[in-house]
């Protein structure tokens, strides 16, 4: 029996892509330490999340998803808001599984359907199609094929890793999970979610690269264009819109930080931060942002920078101590 090998074109726009978005990569490398900055990990998280879920017609709204994350009491719906304890949980073990194990996605699958799906963490025991409105639009394999064709899929994701570009690769599975559709619920969760997976394995950026986002942004054109590949039989279009998402959303982050380096960083803000410790060594940060009247992250950003080069230190507790000018 032949190996199968997902059907789809190179094209000069998928390539054309690929260049784009590895430079990007470079340059979202070489000013960000991914390190250093947890809290742009835990807000394009909640980005992900939200807007993944949404997709699927969560009601929860940004601040709600937020609140849910932080443990804050949120009044909504109790399946929604298990959806989003699930999926910041599912999200988090990202950096903990092996996206090329099938073993794998059935754990987080099960954690990502948690409290909601019968059969979590599991292959589907019953037919699913597709609907809009009362108009069936797509039925997926059979529930009898669906461990084969897993398990195809996986046996080309793991062949085809040493040579196939990750941008490619990822969007390939992407369209093909979402074809087989292997589970009773969450598909769509799930392939969003196994794309960023398999990406974050090749660059640790991805972590931080909310591309649910953008894909909500571009809700319609995601249904329409995957429904164009399932009558093409192949994946290209497909390939060439996730591209598309992933140098868009790349590209905003960038725009995005530029922006705000600017204002962290800036000489007028941490001389002002220094004047409040002349006239105040005790002062709380909460205070500067007051007195400054900008944001306690953008306080929190520059006590982080002039702490780094050696021009300030905490003497004692956070809430007790005081602050020490070096030099």
């Known amino acids: 029996m032949d190996k199968y090998i997902p059907p789809y074109k190179i094209t000069d726009k998928i390539l054309d892509y690929i260049s ?5 990569v470079g340059e979202i490398n070489s000013y960000i330490n991914l390190n250093r900055m947890p809290e742009l990990r835990k807000q394009n998280q909640i980005n992900s999340i939200h807007s993944s879920l949404a997709i699927e017609n969560n009601q929860l709204s940004l601040f ?5 994350i932080n443990g804050k009491m949120v009044i909504g719906d109790k399946t929604d808001i298990q959806e989003v304890k699930n999926a910041y949980e599912a999200y988090n073990k990202i950096s903990e599984i092996n996206p090329y194990l099938i073993e794998d996605l059935k754990l987080i699958h099960g954690i990502m359907t948690f409290l909601i799906e019968e059969e979590s963490g599991k292959f589907r025991s019953h ?3 597709v609907k809009d409105g009362d108009k069936v639009i797509f039925v997926a394999p059979s529930e009898k094929m669906v461990p084969s064709l897993m398990q195809e899929l996986f046996n080309w994701l793991n062949e085809a890793k040493e040579s196939v570009h990750p941008l490619i690769l990822s969007s390939v599975f992407h369209y093909e999970f979402l074809f087989i559709h292997p589970f ?9 979610l196994w794309q960023s997976a398999l990406l974050s394995k090749w660059k640790e950026i ?4 909310p591309i649910e986002s953008l894909i909500k942004q571009y809700q319609e054109e995601y249904y329409k264009v995957i429904d164009n590949c399932n009558k093409a039989g192949e994946s290209t279009e497909f390939i060439e819109f996730m591209l598309k998402m ?25 001389e002002k931060i220094l004047e ?3 006239e105040n060594s005790n002062i709380t940060q909460v205070e500067m942002a007051e007195k400054l009247g900008i944001t306690r992250d953008t306080i929190s950003y520059n006590i982080k920078y002039l702490k780094d080069n050696g021009i300030i230190d905490r003497v004692g507790s956070n809430k007790r101590g005081s602050w020490k000018i070096l030099k």
Do not use: H, P, W
Request: proline share 0%; glycine share 8%; charged share 25%.
């Open 246 to 270: 992933i140098y868009e959303t790349i590209n905003k982050i960038i725009v995005e930080q530029n922006s705000m380096q600017k204002i962290i960083y800036s000489n007028s803000t941490q």
């Open 184 to 192: 009773g619920d969450g598909n769509g969760r799930m392939a969003r």
């Open 20 to 24: 784009k978005i590895m430079e990007k």
């Open 64 to 68: 709600q998803v937020q609140d849910v």
């Open 206 to 209: 991805f972590e931080y690269v």
């Open 276 to 278: 409040l410790i002349k």
């Open 127 to 129: 037919g699913e199609c």
